[in-house]
C-alpha cells in the first residue's frame, strides 16, 4: 500500500501525529496547561478535545500535579502525553520525572513501566527572556532511564512523537518553538513505527565531522553548504535521540575525517558536547586537531532580541569556527 503523504509545518505534524496516537491507542490521554479548548499555545494541540472529548484536558497550572499524575497513570496502563508548556517549567517539577518516572522500572524490580511522554519546547525567540529560553536537554541526559529526543523537522517531529507513546521507558520529546510555523514540507502519516534510537548523515563529507541536533541542525546545514563554496567538506551527522546515543555514528565519521565540531544551543559548560567529545576520545580516536565546542555562553538570556541573537551560534559563526579547526 502506497505511502500517504501530507504537506505539513512542524507543528502540524505534531498535531497530525497526536490525532494518530489517539485514534490508534485508546489508552492515550493528552493533557496539560492550555492544551485542551484553547489548544495549546503554539495550536499544536488543535482540535484533540473536539474529536477526543475528555481524552484531551486542561490542567491547573502546576507542573509536579500535572506530572506526577502522569506517572501514576503510566503505571496503571494509560500511556499520557503531557505537555510543559516551556523546558524552564520542567524544573518545577523535577521530582516527578527524576525521582519517580526515571526509577519505576528499578523500584519495581522491573515489573513496572512508566510508558509516559513528555513534550516541551525550548530555544531562544525573541522576547524569551531568560525564564523561557534554556536548553535544558544536558541536565535530564543525566538522568539514567529517560529518553530524550530532539526532532528538527516537520517529519521528525511526527515520527519521533510516535515512537515516543510506543516506548515503555518516560520520554522526554523536545521540541523547538522557532521551528513550529515554518516552511511546510512532504510528511508520510501512516509510516510504522519506527525504533528507538539512531543518528543520521545530513550532509557528506571529508574534512570534519559536525554533530549537532534540534533547531541548530538548519544553522549547522546552512553554514557546511558557505564552507564548501570555501573549499572544506563538512559531514554533518544529526542526533535526533540524545538518550539512547549513537556513539558508533559519530566514532565512526570522526576516525574518516580526523576533526571534530559538536554544535548545540545549550550553553557549552555542561553541555552535551562536552559528552560527545569525551566519548570520541574514549574510543581512542586519532583526531588532528582538538575537538571543537560551538554553543552558548555562559550566561542568562538577554531580554533585547538584538542581543539574543548575538549570544545563539548562528550559521556565520560555524563558519568562522569550524574554519579554523579544519585550516587552523
Same mark, same amino acid.
Given at each position: 500500500?502506497?505511502?500517504?503523504?501530507?504537506?505539513?509545518?512542524?507543528?502540524?505534524?505534531?498535531?497530525?501525529?497526536? &490525532?494518530?496516537? @489517539?485514534?490508534?491507542?485508546?489508552?492515550?490521554?493528552?493533557?496539560?496547561?492550555?492544551?485542551?479548548?484553547?489548544?495549546?499555545?503554539?495550536?499544536?494541540?488543535?482540535?484533540?478535545?473536539?474529536?477526543?472529548?475528555?481524552?484531551?484536558?486542561?490542567?491547573?497550572?502546576?507542573?509536579?500535579?500535572?506530572?506526577?499524575?502522569?506517572?501514576?497513570?503510566?503505571?496503571?496502563?494509560?500511556?499520557?502525553?503531557?505537555?510543559? @508548556?516551556?523546558?524552564?517549567?520542567?524544573? #518545577?517539577?523535577?521530582?516527578?520525572?527524576?525521582?519517580? !518516572?526515571? *526509577?519505576?522500572?528499578?523500584?519495581?524490580?522491573?515489573?513496572? !513501566?512508566?510508558?509516559?511522554?513528555?513534550?516541551?519546547?525550548?530555544? *531562544?525567540?525573541?522576547?524569551?527572556?531568560?525564564?523561557?529560553?534554556?536548553?535544558?536537554?544536558?541536565?535530564?541526559?543525566?538522568?539514567?532511564?529517560?529518553?530524550?529526543?530532539?526532532?528538527?523537522?516537520?517529519?521528525?517531529?511526527?515520527?519521533?512523537?510516535?515512537?515516543?507513546?510506543?516506548?515503555?521507558?518516560?520520554?522526554?520529546? #523536545?521540541?523547538?518553538?522557532?521551528?513550529?510555523?515554518?516552511?511546510?514540507?512532504?510528511?508520510?502519516?501512516?509510516?510504522?513505527?519506527?525504533?528507538?534510537?539512531?543518528?543520521?548523515?545530513?550532509?557528506?563529507?571529508?574534512?570534519?565531522?559536525?554533530?549537532?541536533?534540534?533547531?541548530?541542525?538548519?544553522?549547522?546545514?546552512?553554514?557546511?553548504?558557505?564552507?564548501?563554496?570555501?573549499?572544506?567538506?563538512?559531514?554533518?551527522?544529526?542526533?535526533?535521540?540524545?538518550?539512547?546515543?549513537?556513539?558508533? !555514528?559519530?566514532?565512526?565519521?570522526?576516525?574518516?575525517?580526523?576533526?571534530?565540531?559538536?554544535? &548545540?544551543?545549550?550553553?557549552?559548560?555542561?553541555?552535551?558536547?562536552?559528552?560527545?567529545?569525551?566519548?570520541?576520545?574514549?574510543?581512542?580516536?586519532?583526531?588532528?586537531?582538538?575537538?571543537?565546542?560551538?554553543?552558548?555562553?555562559?550566561?542568562?538570556?538577554? !531580554?533585547?532580541?538584538?542581543?539574543?541573537?548575538? #549570544?545563539?551560534?548562528?550559521?556565520?559563526?560555524?563558519?568562522?569556527?569550524?574554519?579554523?579547526?579544519?585550516?587552523?
Amino acid at each position: 500500500m502506497p505511502s500517504t503523504e501530507r504537506k505539513l509545518s512542524y507543528g502540524e505534524a505534531v498535531n497530525a501525529a497526536l &490525532h494518530r496516537l @489517539m485514534e490508534e491507542l485508546p489508552e492515550t490521554l493528552v493533557y496539560g496547561e492550555d492544551v485542551g479548548v484553547p489548544g495549546g499555545v503554539f495550536g499544536v494541540t488543535r482540535g484533540l478535545r473536539r474529536q477526543f472529548g475528555d481524552r484531551a484536558f486542561d490542567t491547573p497550572i502546576s507542573e509536579a500535579a500535572i506530572l506526577g499524575s502522569a506517572v501514576g497513570a503510566a503505571m496503571m496502563g494509560r500511556r499520557p502525553i503531557v505537555e510543559i @508548556m516551556w523546558a524552564d517549567f520542567s524544573l #518545577v517539577a523535577l521530582d516527578q520525572i527524576v525521582n519517580q !518516572a526515571a *526509577n519505576v522500572r528499578y523500584v519495581s524490580g522491573g515489573r513496572m !513501566a512508566a510508558p509516559l511522554t513528555i513534550r516541551t519546547q525550548q530555544g *531562544n525567540a525573541p522576547g524569551a527572556c531568560a525564564q523561557h529560553s534554556q536548553c535544558l536537554e544536558a541536565l535530564f541526559l543525566h538522568v539514567p532511564g529517560l529518553r530524550v529526543c530532539m526532532p528538527s523537522t516537520p517529519q521528525d517531529a511526527y515520527d519521533l512523537l510516535v515512537t515516543a507513546v510506543h516506548c515503555d521507558d518516560p520520554v522526554l520529546v #523536545v521540541e523547538n518553538r522557532t521551528l513550529y510555523f515554518g516552511a511546510k514540507e512532504p510528511v508520510v502519516v501512516d509510516g510504522p513505527v519506527r525504533p528507538v534510537g539512531g543518528a543520521r548523515t545530513r550532509r557528506a563529507g571529508s574534512d570534519v565531522t559536525v554533530v549537532t541536533w534540534g533547531a541548530m541542525t538548519h544553522r549547522v546545514l546552512e553554514a557546511a553548504e558557505e564552507l564548501a563554496r570555501e573549499g572544506v567538506e563538512a559531514e554533518v551527522l544529526e542526533t535526533p535521540w540524545l538518550n539512547p546515543f549513537d556513539t558508533g !555514528a559519530v566514532v565512526e565519521s570522526a576516525r574518516r575525517t580526523g576533526r571534530l565540531a559538536v554544535v &548545540h544551543e545549550a550553553n557549552v559548560t555542561g553541555g552535551f558536547g562536552a559528552e560527545v567529545v569525551a566519548r570520541v576520545a574514549g574510543a581512542g580516536v586519532p583526531l588532528a586537531a582538538p575537538p571543537l565546542r560551538v554553543g552558548a555562553p555562559d550566561l542568562r538570556m538577554p !531580554a533585547a532580541p538584538v542581543l539574543a541573537q548575538a #549570544v545563539v551560534p548562528d550559521s556565520a559563526r560555524v563558519v568562522r569556527e569550524v574554519r579554523a579547526l579544519v585550516k587552523g
